[in-house]
């Protein structure tokens, strides 16, 4: 546990701006994500444009690649949040039934064995199913946000655990520091979305 302490300390200083500008940038989005801000969408590009280079430099393909997904859905997100069909326009919060999840979870599946196979192949991806897994399954989820179904903070516990070992593993400690937090704030993120669906209901 000492030596890994270390190494952790000593990857950390070798942390570049741009790695800590993203991380900071993340941060924001997520908390404004727990508060329902629309603001949460501008966060979210800035960060991710900055993590599509870095993705790329760790040999995290899919993982780049997701950041130009997650660009296009900051802007959908923005639209969805802002012209919804609740109150003043405003999307509400909503859930889905059990039975609503098999076929999410099913694609998930199958593009993670397709494009893990491919990237295992064809390319010099490091840990290509682990990454196409955590690529396909924020895909889904990210949109799962964009149209605030609570379930999403289920999907991106599982999903952020898995990228904590997928950072650690590619050097970017500040990264998975970040994804730890993640794990917290996701609970936090339930709790207050669960208070806004309820409330609605009242």
Same mark, same amino acid.
């Given at each position: *546990?000492?030596?890994? #302490? #270390?190494? /952790?300390?000593?990857?950390?200083?070798?942390?570049?701006?741009?790695? &800590?500008?993203?991380?900071?940038?993340?941060?924001v989005?997520?908390?404004?994500? @727990?508060?329902? !801000?629309? #603001?949460?969408? $501008? %966060?979210?590009?800035?960060?991710? !444009?900055?993590?599509?280079?870095? /993705?790329?430099?760790?040999?995290?393909? /899919?993982?780049?690649?997701?950041?130009? +997904?997650? @660009?296009?859905?900051a802007?959908?997100?923005?639209?969805?949040?802002?012209h919804?069909?609740?109150?003043?326009?405003?999307?509400?919060?909503?859930s889905?039934?059990?039975?609503?999840?098999?076929t999410?979870?099913?694609? @998930?599946?199958? $593009?993670?064995?397709?494009s893990?196979?491919?990237?295992?192949h064809?390319?010099?991806?490091? *840990?290509p199913?682990?990454?196409s $897994?955590?690529?396909?399954? %924020? &895909?889904v989820?990210?949109? *799962?946000?964009?149209?605030?179904?609570?379930?999403?903070?289920?999907?991106? +516990?599982?999903?952020?655990?898995?990228?904590?070992?997928?950072?650690?593993?590619?050097?970017?400690?500040?990264?998975?520091?970040? +994804?730890?937090?993640?794990?917290?704030?996701?609970? &936090?993120?339930y709790?207050?979305?669960?208070?806004? *669906?309820?409330?609605?209901?009242?």
């Amino acid at each position: *546990m000492t030596e890994l #302490a #270390a190494q /952790m300390a000593a990857a950390l200083k070798t942390v570049s701006v741009w790695e &800590i500008t993203a991380v900071v940038l993340a941060l924001v989005y997520l908390v404004l994500a @727990i508060r329902q !801000s629309i #603001a949460c969408w $501008f %966060a979210a590009i800035l960060s991710t !444009s900055i993590y599509i280079v870095l /993705m790329y430099q760790a040999g995290l393909y /899919m993982e780049s690649a997701l950041q130009v +997904f997650y @660009i296009a859905m900051a802007f959908y997100g923005w639209y969805s949040w802002k012209h919804g069909e609740g109150l003043e326009n405003k999307l509400p919060v909503s859930s889905w039934p059990l039975n609503r999840h098999v076929t999410p979870l099913v694609l @998930i599946l199958l $593009f993670t064995l397709a494009s893990g196979y491919a990237l295992s192949h064809y390319s010099s991806a490091a *840990m290509p199913y682990l990454d196409s $897994f955590t690529t396909w399954g %924020a &895909i889904v989820t990210t949109w *799962m946000v964009a149209r605030k179904i609570i379930q999403n903070w289920h999907y991106w +516990f599982i999903i952020d655990s898995v990228s904590v070992y997928l950072y650690v593993s590619r050097g970017l400690w500040l990264t998975a520091l970040l +994804f730890i937090l993640y794990l917290v704030l996701i609970v &936090i993120g339930y709790r207050q979305w669960r208070k806004s *669906m309820d409330a609605v209901r009242v």
